[in-house]
């Protein structure tokens, strides 16, 4: 069975602190991650996918096979990345995209 | 723009009534899925569907079936409403092969 873990509910970060969020994850075949994130009030979306390999609003997150892990990372927090962020893998033979149970960040001014 | 529209944003329905929740995609994707979004739960998914009158279980389908009659619209289904189903409800949408889902803006259903 496929699995995805975010360790942290919360996590609160000062503004201008490198930001990290865990994602672990757990599958068989050869996994497909993603970062959705969830701003106030706003519909769930893609924030990026590891085959993309690409940094959007200064995060990025490197896929490690070997420690089956897929964090999100951001050098400089800002108030506006204040969200619910949710790591995904997708199934690549049926297309089910399965999420984490998601992780708080929180900014501090 | 992709547009997933949920029918409602808002829901009160009492334990044991049978509930629609509807959700409607412009964008012809093939794919159409229903999660439950819970706190500290995360999204949970119920069913999901990968052509018109096709369907696969998810996670937690106990208590829910889906209608899948056309392509552009995927209804979930509370046979009998319990207040443990009281959650936001989300539906998304995405192309066949393609890994990016859209999410319409979720129905906050209360079962009293």
């Known amino acids: 069975a496929q699995r995805v873990t975010q360790p942290e509910k919360l996590l609160s970060v000062f503004k201008g602190a490198p930001v990290e969020l865990k994602c672990n994850y757990s599958?068989?075949?050869?996994?497909?991650l993603f970062w959705y994130v969830q701003y106030s009030r706003q519909r769930l979306q893609l924030l990026l996918r590891?085959?993309s390999r690409e940094s959007i609003k200064g995060f990025t997150a490197d896929l490690n096979k070997g420690e089956t892990s897929f964090h999100l990372k951001k050098p400089f927090a800002q108030e506006e990345d204040s969200a619910m962020y949710y790591c995904a893998l997708r199934e690549n033979r049926d297309d089910k995209i399965i999420f984490g149970k998601g992780t708080r960040l929180h900014i501090l001014p | 723009d992709v547009k997933v529209t949920q029918s409602s944003r808002y829901l009160v329905k009492r334990t044991g009534e049978k509930v629609f929740l509807e959700c409607v995609q412009d964008m012809d994707h093939e794919n159409m899925f229903w999660y439950r979004q819970d706190p500290g739960l995360g999204l949970r998914l119920i069913y999901f569907?990968?052509?018109?009158?096709?369907?696969e279980k998810g996670d937690i389908p106990e208590g829910y079936s889906v209608s899948r009659e056309k392509k552009e619209r995927f209804s979930l289904i509370l046979e009998s409403a319990s207040t443990n189903q009281t959650s936001m409800y989300l539906c998304?949408?995405?192309?066949?092969?393609?890994?990016?889902?859209?999410f319409g803006q979720g129905t906050r259903l209360t079962v009293v």
């Open positions: 998304a949408s995405s192309f066949v092969g393609r890994a990016e889902a859209f």
């Open positions: 599958y068989s075949g050869s996994p497909e």
């Open positions: 590891h085959i």
């Open positions: 569907s990968y052509d018109v009158k096709m369907k």
